[in-house]
């Protein structure tokens, strides 16, 4: 199972661009590298997910170098409200429907960014 | 709406006494998963399910016992084994589909505290 890292926290202020950035060396073939968001005592929401290159929706932006190894949430123009945590989550769903175990399920501690005004 | 459903929202328990969390997907989703979370903790998962009548341990599975009769429920039980069941429990659901990684839909959670 491949294993992420991430900074404990970070801090930013409104209007600035974020950019966590998660460490995944041992990231497989067939991994995706897919982001959540969670406020406290709620559950965590999808962000975004990519296997490569870069990919963007309506939230963030994804960036993934040639060799995978690491991977780029980019916020854009954050606000008060994107004070959360952050995971970054690595794995491939057909190897747990093939009996391959809980791949891609583990959450880490994630980031703790805060948006300061 | 689609979405899940976890019920109690609050509950206490006595030592010694086992409870069971509700989990209700109307999503259509496959698989169904129940994580713990401690303060300042990230998420652990303690079962899954990708069908019907299956179900697999995660890493914290020790005093949970979880059944999965119907798509659409993953109920989980905290026993009385379970020595430190002071926590927020986490459901969530995904969809079995093509190549990617699974994608999440977490309900709100269920706050269990023990007296």
């Known amino acids: 199972l491949a294993k992420t890292t991430q900074p404990i926290s970070m801090d930013s202020y409104e209007g600035q661009e974020v950019n966590i950035t998660c460490s995944h060396n041992?990231?497989?073939?067939?991994?995706?590298i897919t982001w959540y968001q969670q406020f406290p005592s709620q559950g965590p929401r999808f962000i975004i997910q990519g296997y490569k290159t870069k990919v963007t929706n309506e939230v963030a932006s994804l960036f993934i170098p040639a060799d995978r190894k690491s991977s780029t949430l980019s916020l854009p123009r954050v606000s008060l409200s994107d004070t959360a945590v952050y995971y970054c989550?690595?794995?491939?769903?057909?190897?747990?429907?093939?009996?391959?175990?809980?791949?891609?399920?583990?959450f880490g501690k994630g980031t703790h960014l805060i948006i300061q005004p | 709406d689609g979405g899940i459903t976890q019920s109690p929202k609050y509950l206490f328990r006595k030592e010694g006494q086992n409870v069971t969390l509700s989990c209700e997907q109307n999503?259509?989703?496959?698989?169904m998963y129940w994580y713990r979370q401690d303060p300042g903790q990230g998420l652990r998962l303690i079962y899954y399910s990708q069908i019907v009548n299956d179900f697999q341990k995660g890493d914290i599975a020790e005093g949970y016992s979880v059944s999965r009769e119907k798509k659409e429920s993953f109920p989980l039980t905290v026993t009385s084994a379970q020595k430190n069941p002071t926590a927020f429990y986490l459901c969530?659901?995904?969809?079995?589909?093509?190549?990617?990684?699974?994608?999440?839909?977490f309900g709100a959670g269920s706050r269990l505290t023990v007296l």
């Open positions: 999503l259509n989703h496959d698989a």
């Open positions: 989550l690595v794995g491939d769903s057909l190897l747990m429907y093939s009996g391959g175990g809980a791949d891609g399920l583990t």
């Open positions: 041992n990231i497989a073939t067939n991994d995706y």
């Open positions: 969530a659901s995904s969809m079995q589909g093509a190549a990617g990684a699974n994608v999440l839909t």
